[in-house]
């Protein structure tokens, strides 16, 4: 939905990321890996922000890989580690169900272990990569991940386009989701049922995602006053900025942006 913000502690963590091939482009954010074989270092926590995306994560652990997908509808706060190399494809919203067939509806909570599930949720073709991973390094592993996608997506198109291009929209705080589903042919209430469905969130939490994001960049790429950012990502006041930030990130926006900005300093 949005352009990626590294995380803090990007350096410390050997976190690299790569853009997908275009023909991805619509469901996939980014392909990243972060840690190094047998180097140690002491754990580090990041925020996750909402935006109806999801990760699928590797982690080349011994003698069995970790297998998780995480559902980012809520801010999580993540201890990481890099105790050993982790490979993963960052989704956007609707990816994982036009890409891998899955329906976020499905998932009750956020992470699911899929070390022992491949086969039953269709990702059959997953097992043979992640071997192959463990003889690749992170770009060469990166890209046997895209490879795979590049092929699920040659044999199984992505059927439903107007969900993708609504998501997108929405993203872009272009239109009110139900004018945009109109456009496409949906009624509000055809609207709210695929989207949870098929993107595992509301019409109204895509927004609040999408403005939650924008704010975001501005606190960082700016030296802005929070009025004027509020009125920029669609709030009515900064009141009404502060309230829907802070509900969604844990913290004011004037809390957010000092705390990232001394954290680019420091490093």
């Known amino acids: 939905m949005t352009e990626f913000i590294l995380p803090s502690n990007a350096n410390d963590l050997n976190f690299r990321h ?35 995306g999801a990760s699928l994560s590797i982690k080349l652990t011994s003698p069995h890989p970790i297998i998780t997908l995480c559902f980012n509808k ?26 891998l067939g899955l329906l976020p509806e ?3 909570d956020t992470h699911y272990r899929l070390d022992n599930e491949l086969e039953p949720l269709g990702l059959q073709g997953l097992i043979p990569v992640v071997e ?14 895209e490879t795979w996608l590049l ?14 291009k609504i998501v997108q929209a929405i993203g872009a705080l272009q239109l009110p989701p139900q ?25 109204g939490q895509l927004v609040a995602y999408a403005r939650l994001n924008r704010a975001r960049h501005g606190l960082l790429a700016t030296t802005l006053p929070l009025t004027e950012i509020a009125l920029q990502c669609g ?26 900005l001394s954290q680019i300093y420091k490093a």
């Open 18 to 52: 790569r853009l997908p091939d275009k023909r991805l482009a619509p469901w996939v954010q980014c392909l990243w890996s972060m840690g190094r074989p047998g180097h140690l270092t002491e754990s580090r926590t990041e925020k996750f922000y909402p935006d109806a």
């Open 74 to 99: 809520t801010t999580l706060i993540e201890t990481l580690d890099t105790t050993a190399p982790c490979l993963g494809i960052r989704f956007k919203a609707a990816g994982t169900h036009c890409l």
């Open 106 to 108: 499905a998932f009750t």
């Open 132 to 145: 192959r991973l463990y003889q690749s390094d992170s770009q060469q592993g990166l890209r046997l991940l």
């Open 151 to 164: 092929h699920r997506l040659e044999s199984q198109p992505p059927a439903n386009s107007r969900i993708t």
């Open 179 to 203: 004018q945009l589903g109109a456009t496409l042919g949906f009624t509000r209430r055809t609207l709210e049922r695929k989207l949870k469905r098929e993107v595992g969130v509301t019409p």
């Open 235 to 260: 709030y009515y006041d900064q009141a009404h900025f502060t309230h829907a930030f802070q509900s969604l990130a844990y913290e004011t926006p004037a809390a957010y942006r000092k705390r990232k």
